[in-house]
């Protein structure tokens, strides 16, 4: 059977299992390692192809089977459903069976659920599972599976006809809604319009039955499809479709096809060029509705700005043009404000022209860095195509060259003007980490200046350009006027004479030695004050 290489693959009825690898074990025999679990009629045929190719006699030998077990923990699994019941090891195990790559695994007995001391509300779940390839790749893919925390939420709606459930992916979650309205009643939408507040979707899409000129231009205006436009803002979502694109393709030849699926996207994912719908009207097969596809940014996208390299000849080519852009000032007539308007805008579309000319785009990571240049990049681009030792250390002597010169061009800008705080890093400008977003008060990521200037605006400014409501006033408990005591002769003079020995230059106050005197006051004038207060009183 191995000397021979009879061919991997078991032909007959098991054509898709294949052989995965080959042991050989001194003297016990070898093993074979298959690429899914083989049905027992192959027990008989490897036994056929051992009777072949050895000179033992064909009842001494055995064909065993062994089981390969591996184990997929998930993190951070909660402990409690979203609906307030506790999770259950069987449960999770429900969960886990709905995934599509889980549903042909064999589960070699009942998870367990471990929970840390450290942590609160949150568990480790064990799965131990049949592997007979011993493959990390199956236990990667596995553990892939359910990273993206996939819950079905029936607490925020709850139809026959519709699927809500919550996506969430890189720590942030989106709401995605299925819907199928039955044409004739369309029970599903009355559902939804009957809501008093829908949450904010990043997909609303499924069959919805319903006609208008907006998506099929062989329909008018139809008052139902009407009802479903209005309703879609409610739920922070907008047509994708592109107009007069069939999706539904009746079995009944005499009838044209229609556009009733349809697709509704987040409004901040719309602009998105990452946001995409293909219809695939030939893959439909047996079917009469057509396969869409959709590709949506669940991550935050951020367009680094374009920027010329410090130092390169497309800096010095730019300054150049720059400095063209100036006319003599003698040519240009300056008489009023739309000549200097027409001159400015002049001199800002020839820098922008020449700006725009040099520019390239910046590919920021995690693992850039300042000194890395075009020579590291060639240095490596070198490397990788002949791995060769000499490519290596030439690599590994141009990254340390170029780090050289980049640090020591630090110390010497640092030295010659003086400025050591330039070296700290906290006292720097920063780049943005990728991970790092602004959000508004609902979680949704802030990713153009006019969302940040709304943002802002509703975050720090909400009370601004709002009548003020003085009747909260009216329900407060009414005091009556506290009563103050007499003062006394001697306390109004104690008084006097500590305010002007402490009180500040100033024209009340007068500089010197005459702010000693100017504190003793007439015997009349306080005798004066104190009858004017037992007045008042």
């Not at 739309?338 to 002049?346: E, M, P, R």
């Not at 075009?374 to 990254?399: G, I, M, P």
């Not at 006097?496 to 005197?517: D, E, H, M, N, Y």
Request: charged content about 25%; overall charge negative; hydrophobic content about 35%.
């Amino acid at each position: 059977f191995l000397a021979n290489r009879e061919p991997d693959t078991f032909g007959g009825d098991h054509p898709s299992i294949r052989v995965e690898r080959t042991q050989w074990l001194p003297n016990i025999g070898f093993r074979v390692s298959f690429s899914e679990r083989p049905p027992e009629s192959l027990d008989d045929i490897l036994h056929t192809y051992l009777a072949r190719y050895t000179d033992e006699d064909s009842n001494h030998l055995r064909v065993s089977r062994f089981q390969f077990r591996n184990t997929v923990f998930f993190r951070r699994v909660p402990l409690c459903a979203p609906n307030g019941d506790p999770s259950t090891v069987n449960g999770l195990l429900n969960e886990l069976l709905a995934d599509p790559l889980w549903r042909n695994i064999q589960i070699a007995g009942p998870p367990r659920l471990h929970v840390p001391e450290h942590t609160q509300g949150y568990g480790v779940l064990y799965v131990d599972f049949v592997d007979n390839a011993r493959s990390s790749v199956l236990r990667n893919a596995l553990k892939q599976s359910k990273r993206t925390n996939l819950v079905h939420r029936t607490d925020l709606l709850s139809h026959p006809h519709l699927i809500c459930f919550s996506l969430t992916v890189r720590g942030l979650s989106h709401l995605f809604l299925n819907v199928y309205a039955d044409p004739t009643n369309h029970a599903v939408l009355e559902y939804l319009y009957n809501r008093p507040s829908l949450p904010s979707f990043a997909l609303v899409c499924g069959d919805f039955n319903l006609h208008h000129q907006l998506w099929d231009d062989a329909y008018g205006f139809r008052e139902a499809a009407q009802r479903l436009i209005d309703l879609m803002p409610d739920m922070s979502v907008s047509l994708l479709n592109t107009p007069n694109i069939y999706t539904h393709f009746p079995h009944n030849t005499a009838l044209c096809p229609t556009v009733i699926d349809l697709v509704w996207v987040n409004d901040t994912m719309i602009p998105s060029p990452s946001t995409t719908l293909i219809v695939d009207a030939d893959g439909r097969e047996a079917f009469d509705h057509a396969k869409m596809l959709i590709t949506l940014p669940l991550s935050p996208e951020f367009d680094p700005q374009l920027h010329i390299k410090r130092k390169s000849d497309e800096e010095d080519s730019f300054l150049v043009d720059a400095c063209g852009a100036f006319s003599p000032v003698e040519d240009v007539p300056l008489d009023d404000h739309d000549s200097i308007q027409v001159l400015c805008n002049t001199i800002f579309n020839s820098l922008q022209r020449a700006f725009l000319q040099r520019t390239t785009k910046p590919k920021i990571t995690a693992h850039s860095k300042r000194w890395w240049n075009d020579e590291c990049r060639d240095a490596l681009r070198a490397y990788r195509e002949d791995k060769s030792q000499d490519n290596r250390w030439a690599y590994f002597r141009t990254v340390r060259r170029v780090q050289r010169e980049h640090f020591e061009g630090v110390i010497q800008e640092v030295t010659a003007n003086k400025c050591v705080w330039d070296l700290t890093s906290w006292t720097c400008p920063r780049l943005l980490p990728t991970t790092s977003i602004i959000k508004d008060r609902d979680g949704t990521p802030l990713t153009t200046l006019q969302e940040l200037a709304t943002g802002f605006q509703q975050q720090f400014f909400s009370a601004a350009d709002r009548p003020i409501d003085y009747s909260v006033l009216d329900d407060l408990e009414r005091l009556p006027t506290r009563a103050f005591d007499p003062i006394s002769l001697a306390e109004l003079e104690e008084q006097v004479t500590l305010c002007s020995a402490r009180s500040p230059r100033g024209q009340i106050t007068s500089p010197g030695r005459s702010s000693k005197s100017s504190s003793k006051i007439p015997s009349p004038a306080l005798r004066y004050s104190r009858s004017s207060m037992h007045a008042s009183d």
